[in-house]
């Protein structure tokens, strides 16, 4: 049974950092969280002035951080040591779990800036492990090119051939696809789990209904996603992962399962004892 949409969220303005503008999907009064998946970020700009002051030093805990950049490339250093360049088309995956504080400060490539952050929720026995820091070159990524297809793999399995991340917690598959004209993409999913396409250029239809671009849809029960082209083609990210069904307590960038979580997290901040352990860098 293919996936239908279920609900059409469209992305909502929200200013964060030091005044950049984010279209936020995930994380709005209209989809608070859909499990496991806690905020979904679309930031995207040809000027400069609209993004360049960045995001300074900023504290998670509770949960990871995923962040995929299109255009443009994103400096980043944390309070445990780690510092990295994210550039366009690479990937940084960052486990925050029991804290961590960090920087992210874009650099424009010939003006544009543009990618996802995803945030994806930790469950209880993890949220005070210790966090741990992943970033992948564009060129580590693997590839599926088949015709008018083609499927960067930054999580999960697809036609034999598996992304550079891997989540035990939910199986995340975080897939970014483009299709020529009239071309489809199809992923053979559990039923139980959450899935959502993003459609960031072009159009498409999903379950023989039109994804509008720029809003996130959500997809119903069935065993298959399907995806195909308008006549202008289409990229988007097809994003699925296993429900942890806990209670989710979030405060801005804490996310617990109980609010006197919340609260040690806070004070814990406050008296500069939110970090425990310094992470470990992998990556390609």
């Known amino acids: ?3 239908p949409i279920e609900k059409l969220v469209r992305a909502v303005d929200v200013t964060e950092g030091a005044g950049v503008t984010v279209h936020r999907t995930i994380g709005t009064p209209a989809l608070k969280n859909l499990d496991p998946f806690l905020m979904l970020d679309h930031f995207g700009s040809s000027d400069p002035d609209q993004y360049i ?3 300074p030093p900023h504290p998670h805990r509770g949960f990871i951080t995923f962040t995929y950049m299109l ?3 994103m400096e980043h250093q944390d309070s445990m040591g780690n510092r990295g360049d994210l550039r366009s088309g690479g990937a940084q995956w960052m ?4 804290g961590v504080i960090h920087s992210e400060m874009p650099r424009q490539t010939d003006g544009l800036m543009r990618g996802f952050q995803l945030w994806i929720n930790l469950p209880a026995a993890e949220k005070m492990s210790d966090p741990a820091y992943q970033e ?3 060129e580590a ?3 599926v090119r088949q015709g008018p297809l083609k499927v960067r793999l930054l999580a999960g399995e697809y036609s034999g051939m598996r992304g550079v991340i891997a989540d035990p917690n939910t199986d995340m598959h975080y897939f970014d696809v483009e299709l020529e004209a009239g071309a489809e993409f199809a992923l053979p999913l559990a039923g139980d789990y959450a899935a959502f396409v993003y459609v960031y250029e072009g159009s498409a239809t999903a379950g023989g209904s039109e994804l509008p ?3 996130l849809a959500v997809l119903g029960e069935g065993d298959e996603v399907r995806v195909a082209a308008g006549s202008n083609g289409a990229r988007f990210i097809c994003v699925a992962g296993k429900p942890i069904g806990e209670a989710v307590v979030q405060h801005g960038p804490f996310v617990m399962n109980t609010r006197e979580e919340i609260e040690l997290a806070f ?6 004892q939110l970090v425990k352990k310094k992470a470990q860098m992998t990556g390609g």
């Open 53 to 55: 002051a960045g995001f």
């Open 141 to 143: 990524i693997p590839e």
């Open 136 to 138: 992948f070159s564009p």
């Open 267 to 272: 004070r814990e901040y406050q008296n500069g």
């Open 213 to 215: 671009q720029h809003s």
């Open 71 to 73: 255009d443009g490339h």
């Open 95 to 98: 486990k925050a779990a029991s």
């Open 1 to 3: 049974m293919i996936r």
